[in-house]
């Protein structure tokens, strides 16, 4: 049996798209800023000049209101009485893609072990007592998740917010998880009898470092604990515990943050290793950006790489695939890291064989 203990949150992720190309739309723009600059869009009369025609005005609206159009339609919201740029904007209602799902590191890789991996596994959390807290119980329970080990207490299930621009870079991001201060021990202890009986317990970086310190003190000599950070800030709360680790599974910069060292080019990722194995981790795997990973056992590591490399696509979930299949395939008794962690790149690849790798504009 396998346990999974860590945070279940929900995900608001917002992508902007560019300006649409739709005439009619366009020309809207066009004639706001315009306005916006003094002049009249019908007669190309300058309001501010008196009523003077602009000479050259063709050239004036080819070139400079079509930039004024494209930075007043991206500004944000400013002055006035909560309008953008305190104006009135022609507003596309398809420039953006906003999708909101459940997420979390452990409640992926419970969800994933269940549903897609066939194991016995039993989920320790605290959600909030919120639509969202019962979503994603309902969720859980639905692909086959024990959910006895989740707490609920009063307050909100933690949500992510995110807003990608038109090129997809992160631009804004911002999170409540209060709610996961209140896995405690206590919490830990709810679950004793079934965490007592886990082979595999695997954890997520959501986990308070107390509570890390705890787990690890009361199960790392009677069950393998595979940590993975989930994000930075979990890679920091490991750096700030005590915890033992059978295995870790951070990406590049979160294993920087767990080590403390900078993690870039090959002998770095294995000076990074070697330090996860002075602390008493036994098995190390860093997922690499574009796909990919260095893996670490004892004396043996190496650099695994999927057939396709991605550069520009959207690998959003592929790192807790990823895991899960590492997990799976610990607790199917695979020979080595090596050959848990090519389970891993396989899932993962499987997972974004779909992916359009190019540029998204």
């Known amino acids: 049996m396998i346990a999974v203990i860590g945070g279940v949150s929900f995900l608001v992720d917002i992508r902007l798209k560019p300006p649409a190309r739709d005439v009619e739309l366009q020309k809207k723009q066009d004639e706001e800023a315009l306005r916006m600059a003094g002049i009249d869009p019908d007669s190309g009369m300058d309001m501010t000049a008196g009523g003077q025609k602009l000479e050259g005005f063709s050239q004036y609206y080819e070139r400079t209101m079509r930039q004024q159009a494209s930075e007043n339609y991206w500004s944000e919201v400013g002055a006035g009485s909560g309008q953008f740029g305190g104006y009135d904007p022609v507003v596309d209602d398809n ?163 767990m080590s403390g060292l900078q993690v870039l080019g090959m002998d770095q990722l294995m000076a990074a290793g070697q330090a996860f194995e002075e602390r008493g981790v036994d098995r190390v795997i860093i997922t690499l950006k574009g796909g990919g990973l260095y893996y670490k056992e004892g004396t043996c590591s190496g650099i695994i790489k999927p057939e396709r490399k991605l550069t520009f696509a959207e690998t959003r979930g ?28 396989e899932a993962a690849a499987e997972f974004l064989k779909d992916a359009i790798d190019e540029r998204p504009y």
């Open 95 to 257: 420039n953006t893609d906003i999708r909101v799902t459940t997420s979390g590191c452990a409640f992926n890789v419970a969800r994933l072990l269940a549903s897609e991996h066939g194991e016995d596994v039993c989920f320790v959390s605290v959600i909030g007592d919120d639509a969202f807290g019962l979503t994603a119980r309902c969720e859980l329970e639905q692909a086959g998740v024990d959910v006895s080990g989740m707490k609920t207490v009063s307050g909100s299930t933690p949500v992510s917010v995110e807003m990608h621009n038109i090129i997809g870079d992160l631009q804004f991001q911002r999170e409540s998880s209060v709610i996961m201060d209140e896995l405690t021990p206590e919490v830990i202890d709810r679950s004793a009898e079934i965490l007592d009986a886990a082979d595999i317990i695997f954890v997520d970086g959501t986990v308070p470092a107390g509570t890390l310190d705890y787990i690890s003190e009361k199960y790392s000599g009677k069950s393998r604990i595979f940590f993975d950070p989930g994000s930075i800030a979990g890679g920091v709360r490991f750096a700030d515990s005590a915890m033992k680790a059978h295995c870790v599974l951070p990406g590049r910069m979160e294993a920087e943050a």
């Open 318 to 345: 592929a790192g807790d695939v990823l895991s899960a299949a590492v997990v799976a395939a610990s607790a199917g008794g695979a020979e080595s890291l090596e050959a848990a962690a090519g389970a891993g790149i």
